[in-house]
């Protein structure tokens, strides 16, 4: 069955430090992979998706087929990162979007 | 202002009533969706509809129930059969500009039942 798993409910670092949400997923076809953040009173939206390759805010993630992971990295967290992040799964092309449980990144000054 | 439109943003419900939740949508996208966010489980969708007059469930749609009548709109009832209504619901639309599966989201509905 499909499924993406995060392991991290929380995770705190200190600003400047280098960060690392980890995603594992589990679907046998060809995944489309994204990122999706909820910031404060604001509402979810994409950060980034594995097929554009790009970096946004400083974020990057590499999907890696063998290990079955699209981890979100950024080698100097700030604190206006601090957020509720969510790695998601696309299966059934055009269809169904599932969602991992959400890790909350949490920096301190 | 483009955007999707979730109303109301609270609601409070007595045990045993059904409740409709509003979604409303001017990005012209075909696609729509509504998902439950509850602490520690992430988002779990409950259905979607990839075109108008038709709908599919989710993987919690035990409970719930939806229409899309128009384009625009794709409307939650949360039922008296759902065992655990209280929770946060979000809606999102796909499609157009914002790029294929890429989804934009509402501002949500919180949802208490008394």
């Known amino acids: 069955a499909q499924r993406v798993t995060q392991p991290e409910k929380l995770l705190s670092v200190f600003k400047g430090a280098p960060v690392e949400l980890k995603c594992n997923y589990s679907?046998?076809?060809?995944?489309?992979l994204f990122w999706y953040v909820q910031y404060s009173r604001q509402r979810l939206q994409l950060l980034l998706r594995?097929?554009s390759r790009e970096s946004i805010k400083g974020f990057t993630a590499d999907l890696n087929k063998g290990e079955t992971s699209f981890h979100l990295k950024k080698p100097f967290a700030q604190e206006e990162d601090s957020a509720m992040y969510y790695c998601?799964?696309?299966?059934?092309?055009?269809?169904?979007?599932?969602f991992g449980q959400g890790t909350e990144l949490s920096v301190k000054p | 202002d483009g955007g999707i439109t979730q109303s109301p943003k609270y609601l409070f419900r007595k045990e045993g009533q059904n409740v409709t939740l509003s979604c409303e949508q001017n990005?012209?996208?075909?696609?729509m969706y509504w998902y439950r966010q509850d602490p520690g489980q992430g988002l779990r969708l409950i259905y979607y509809?990839?075109?108008?007059?038709?709908?599919q469930k989710g993987d919690i749609a035990e409970g719930y129930s939806v229409s899309r009548e128009k384009k625009e709109s794709f409307p939650l009832t949360v039922t008296s059969a759902q065992k655990n209504p209280t929770a946060f619901y979000l809606c999102a639309s796909q499609g157009g500009r914002t790029g294929a599966n890429v989804l934009t989201f509402g501002a949500g509905s919180r949802l208490t039942v008394l």
């Open positions: 990005l012209n996208h075909d696609a």
């Open positions: 594995h097929i």
């Open positions: 998601a799964l696309l299966y059934n092309q055009g269809g169904k979007l599932i």
């Open positions: 679907y046998s076809g060809s995944p489309e």
């Open positions: 509809s990839q075109i108008v007059n038709d709908f």
